[in-house]
């Protein structure tokens, strides 16, 4: 796949759970390295818990390896802030409150639990190389193991 990817402007959080800092990101400022976005439902959940941990623990390694990572649900920035201080998160996390960018990557999905249907954002991971085009995607997520695989993705990349 080699579509570009949508670009967009969020509001985030620095990755510094102790500033709790505001910034704007811009996905085309980020041309000349891979960007790794998972997008992820909702703040402070087990699923949610356990991937953004797993990024948090593994970002030095993805600096390492020429790539920033970002974490993007449609919480707000003060959820967003809560989460980072009480799960010691170190990965940025974008809020898309209006949902703009979750529907420009294909992730609000109608989705089914206990029998209820609802919209919510499906699971997903995108891998985009230095040149802004998309060079992996990982659609209906399992956490477990899944930042590591994307992890060697980016390693590949660079080969």
């Known amino acids: 796949m080699s579509d570009m990817?949508?670009?967009?402007?969020?509001?985030?959080?620095?990755?510094?759970?102790?500033?709790?800092?505001?910034?704007?990101?811009?996905l085309s400022d980020l041309r000349g390295k891979a960007v790794v976005l998972f997008f992820y439902p909702r703040d402070d959940t087990?699923?949610?818990?356990?991937?953004?941990e797993a990024f948090s623990a593994m970002?030095?390694?993805f600096a390492a390896?020429?790539?920033?990572?970002y974490g993007i649900s449609k919480d707000t920035l003060e959820s967003h802030a809560r989460f980072m201080a009480k799960k010691a998160l170190s990965v940025p996390?974008?809020?898309?409150?209006?949902?703009?960018?979750?529907e420009?990557?294909?992730v609000w999905k109608e989705k089914s639990?206990?029998?209820?249907?609802?919209?919510?954002?499906?699971?997903?991971?995108f891998l985009i190389d230095a040149e802004g085009r998309i060079a992996r995607e990982w659609r209906k997520v399992k956490v477990p193991g899944h930042a590591e695989e994307v992890l060697e993705a980016v390693r590949a990349l660079q080969t």
């Open 5 to 26: 990817a949508p670009d967009f402007t969020l509001p985030g959080t620095t990755g510094s759970s102790e500033t709790g800092e505001e910034v704007s990101i811009t």
């Open 59 to 61: 970002r030095g390694e």
């Open 113 to 125: 639990m206990y029998g209820k249907t609802f919209m919510g954002i499906e699971r997903s991971t």
């Open 93 to 102: 996390l974008l809020s898309d409150a209006e949902g703009d960018v979750c």
């Open 104 to 106: 420009r990557f294909g």
């Open 65 to 69: 390896a020429g790539a920033v990572v």
């Open 46 to 52: 087990s699923g949610c818990n356990k991937e953004n």
